[in-house]
T-cell receptor, first 111, second 117 residues
């Protein structure tokens, strides 16, 4: 399976701190995406990083990709209570049109 | 522009009953997907439709059938529901299939919570 695995499974921090979560995957990918899911809601796309990119920023989000280690990290800086959600990585391959999601990191930001 | 809509929001079935989950998107996307999400787990792909007129199995297709009715609509049918199919079902769409780069970002519906007794 190409499924990504997030680490840690759960993370609890104080508002204002940075949150880092990691994703590892098994096979070659075309791109890797991060999604957020608020409790009881659908997933919302956050950021996409292509396999030939090493780092990407979007607002308070910073994503890195290390294809040699088959891993990615998502950093949320200056976290807010509203960032409380589950975060999933998803990978897609070049030659097959499927998406694989990891099991997610549950982030709790305490006010 | 409603994005991706799903009906119903909640459903309770008895074992052996059948039902169809409906999904529609108004973004003119080519590809559509059905996932299930079980507690504490990520999403698992059930079926997908890369383009109108085509459907393919995903990771967990057993017990399900799909129909890509037109470009907008993609339905998921449970012919004989089982307790193991208790889950939250998400429909998603993307401009193009995964593997095509930035255009394969998926947009998700709000989900259908299904309980099979």
């Amino acid at each position: 399976s190409q499924q990504g695995e997030e680490d840690p499974q759960a993370l609890s921090i104080q508002e204002g701190e940075n949150a880092t979560m990691n994703c590892s995957y098994k096979t070659s990918i075309n791109n890797l995406q991060w999604y957020r899911q608020n409790s009881g809601r659908g997933l919302v796309h956050l950021i996409l990083i292509r396999s030939n990119e090493r780092e990407k920023h979007s607002g308070r989000l910073r994503v890195t990709l290390d294809t040699s280690k088959k891993s990615s990290s998502l950093l949320i800086t200056a976290s807010r209570a509203a960032d409380t959600a589950s975060y999933f990585c998803a990978t897609s391959s070049y030659n097959f049109n499927k998406f694989y999601f990891g099991s997610g990191t549950k982030l709790n930001v305490k006010p | 522009n409603a994005g991706v809509t799903q009906t119903p929001k909640f459903q309770v079935l008895k074992t052996g009953q059948s039902m169809t989950l409906q999904c529609a998107q108004d973004m003119n996307h080519n590809s559509m997907y059905w996932y299930r999400q079980d507690p504490g787990m990520g999403l698992r792909l059930i079926y997908y439709s890369a383009s109108e007129g085509t459907t393919d199995k995903g990771e967990v297709p057993n017990g399900y059938n799909v129909s890509r009715l037109n470009k907008r609509e993609f339905s998921l049918r449970l012919e004989s529901a089982a307790p193991s199919q208790t889950s939250v079902y998400f429909c998603a769409s993307s401009v193009l299939p995964p593997g095509t780069g930035s255009t394969d970002t998926q947009y998700f519906g709000p989900g259908t919570r299904l309980t099979v007794l």
